[in-house]
C-alpha cells in the first residue's frame, strides 16, 4: 500500500519516503506535503517529520521542504496532465486517486457569488492513504442484527476524524453482502447492498469497478453526491440496505428518511466525538428526533484506531459491552506495537 501511494508523488519527494522507517511506512494515514514546509507524517495521532535523508525529526529546520515544482508536480499528476477537468473535485477541496485514496487541497480559494467556485494556487496536500482490513467489522455486525425481525439495524457509526470509520464501514458492507458472518446459512443474513461511494473512498473504484472487496451481492455508486446517489439507487437497484459515508447536509438526513420509509436499512457514519455531540448538529437533529438509528456504534477517541467504545440503541442504552478493539486492529496506536522512535523519546523533553 505505501509503494502504490508513493508512485503519486513527484520524485523528490517520493525519494525521501522511501527511505522512511518501516514502521512509520506501515502504520502511516496521512502524509503532509506543504510548499517549502516540513513532509510529514501522521500516524494515528502521532507525528513526524523527515529529514533529506528519511530519518525521523521533530527538528522543522532539519526537515526535507517540498518546493514550490514539487507541488505544481503532484497537481499535475493527481489531475492527470489537466486541472481544467478536475473543477468540481478542486471545488470540493479534494482529489480522490485510484486506491481510494484522498489528497486534500489547501489553496487559495476563486468564489463565485459568495461560493467556491474552484482552489487556485494550490500549495498543501494531504494525502490519506486507504486501507481495506478484511475482518475488522466481523465482531461489529453481529451486534447490528435484530434476531426477532431477522434484519439489521438501521445504524450510525460514529468517531472523530481519521478513527477507522471508512474502514469498518467497508468491511461491515462487505460481511452483510456475503452473510457469512455468524456461520450456518448464509442465505438467510446475506443482503443485497447499496453503497454510495461520494469520495470513492470506501469501495475505491476504477472505471466502475471496486478495487476493494465489498462483498458479491454489493452495487457502488461512485463519486454521486449522497443524497441524489441514495435515491437513485432506491428507484433503480432495490437495495436491502444502504451504505453511506459522512453524512453532514440536510439533505442527506431527508434522503435517508427516504430509505427509511421505503423499508431500507442504513448503515452510516458521521464525525463527532460521540451521538450527543451528532445529535447537536442541526442538519442531522431530525434523525435523532425521529429515533431513526436503532443502533449507534462509537469508535474510541483514542487509543487504537477503530477501537469501539460502546453500542447503544435508540434511547441511548447501552445494548453491547465495550469492546478493546476490533477484531483486527485497523492500525497499532501511536507508541504501541511499532512504538515511537529514538528521536521522538529525546526531542519530545525539549519541545522542539
Sequence with gaps: MWNAVLEWLPGSIRAVLARAPADWAARAEEIRVRDGRPLEIVAAGDYTFLDPEGRPTLRGEAAFRPTRDDCLKLLDRITNHSVYTMEEQLRRGYITVQGG???????????????????????????RIAREVRGCASSLVPQLWDAE??????????????????????DAARLVSTGGWAGGDRRDRARKVGIVDERSEIAASLDGR?????????DVLDACPKAEGMMLLIRALSPEVLVV???????????VMEALHAGIVVIATAHGRDA?????????????????????????????????????????????????APARPLRPAAGGAYGNTTERSREGASGC
Design 276 to 324: 450527543d455531540e451528532v445529535r447537536r448538529r442541526p442538519s442531522l437533529a431530525a434523525l435523532f428526533e425521529a429515533r431513526v438509528f436503532t443502533r449507534i456504534v462509537t469508535l474510541a477517541a483514542s487509543g487504537p484506531t477503530g477501537a469501539v467504545l460502546d453500542v447503544r440503541d435508540a434511547e441511548g442504552r447501552r445494548v453491547a459491552p465495550a469492546a478493546a
Design 245 to 255: 459515508d459522512e453524512l453532514g447536509r440536510t439533505e442527506d438526513a431527508e434522503a
Design 149 to 170: 425481525a431477522r434484519r439489521l439495524h438501521h445504524t450510525l457509526i460514529v468517531s472523530p476524524p481519521q478513527r477507522g470509520k471508512t474502514t469498518l464501514l467497508r
Design 210 to 218: 471496486p478495487t476493494f472487496d465489498v462483498g458479491p451481492r454489493t
Design 101 to 127: 485514496h484522498r489528497i486534500g487541497l489547501a489553496g487559495r480559494a476563486a468564489l463565485e457569488r459568495g461560493s467556491i467556485r474552484t482552489l487556485q494556487h494550490i500549495g498543501g496536500f494531504n494525502v
